[in-house]
């Protein structure tokens, strides 16, 4: 079935290191992907998506490019922010019917 | 643009007992979901609506939970009999149809079962 999985945390880093979260999918077809976000106290937010094969999803100085080929969608930051903290969770929805499945999160720490 | 609404915030109930939770969708948004997630884990999906009709409820414990949006716009979802298992944050999201749209959360009803 539609899976995705990604990497476990905590992820701690210090102010301006690079930050990635790899993820990997599951699918019959070609899905679309997202990366959403839940900071501390707050609802489920949509960081960043990507519908088709080689599409670059970026927002707020992440990326995520979906690569087909490795079934991967990884995360990725430049320089990190103390704000930036939070859970990270990869999700697909499968061409038909409009599934939406989530990876089990990423907490990462930035520590100033 | 009101977004999606949820109610209560909060549920503290003994298990066996009963509980229903309200969620309003954004307007016009004809794909509704209720997962389940449990402290430390990712959403799980329990149900999918499209308009009025269920898409997937796979996950669903049958046995104990439903749901229903009778009229297409708001839902509700039951747990009777409550189990300590379920103690958990209960999400409602809502989207348009259509591959690539991005779902919409309200902020959750904490249950606790004790």
């Known amino acids: 079935g539609n899976s995705v999985t990604q990497m476990e945390g905590p992820v701690t880093l210090s102010e301006e290191a690079f930050l990635t979260i790899n993820c990997t999918y599951t699918a019959t077809g070609y899905p679309s992907l997202f990366w959403y976000v839940q900071y501390p106290g707050e609802g489920l937010q949509l960081l960043l998506k990507a519908t088709k094969a080689d599409d670059k999803g970026s927002n707020k100085g992440f990326e995520a490019t979906y690569r087909k080929e490795t079934t991967s969608f990884h995360l990725e930051k430049g320089s990190v922010q103390v704000s930036d903290s939070a859970v990270y969770f990869c999700a697909q929805v499968r061409a038909a019917g409009n599934k939406l499945t989530f990876g089990g999160g990423t907490r990462v720490l930035v520590k100033p | 643009e009101a977004g999606v609404a949820q109610s209560p915030r909060y549920k503290i109930i003994e298990k066996r007992q009963s509980v229903a939770f309200w969620c309003n969708p954004i307007s016009g948004h004809a794909t509704l979901y209720w997962y389940q997630q449990i402290l430390g884990q990712g959403p799980k999906l329990l149900i999918q609506?499209?308009?009025?009709?269920?898409?997937?409820d796979s996950q669903l414990p049958k046995d104990r939970f439903s749901a229903e949006r009778l009229k297409g716009v708001d839902s509700t979802l039951k747990i009777q009999p409550a189990k300590l298992e379920d103690s958990a944050v209960y999400l409602c999201a809502s989207s348009l149809s259509g591959q690539g749209s991005e779902a919409f959360f309200g902020q959750g009803t904490r249950l606790t079962v004790v």
């Open positions: 609506f499209q308009n009025n009709g269920v898409v997937d």
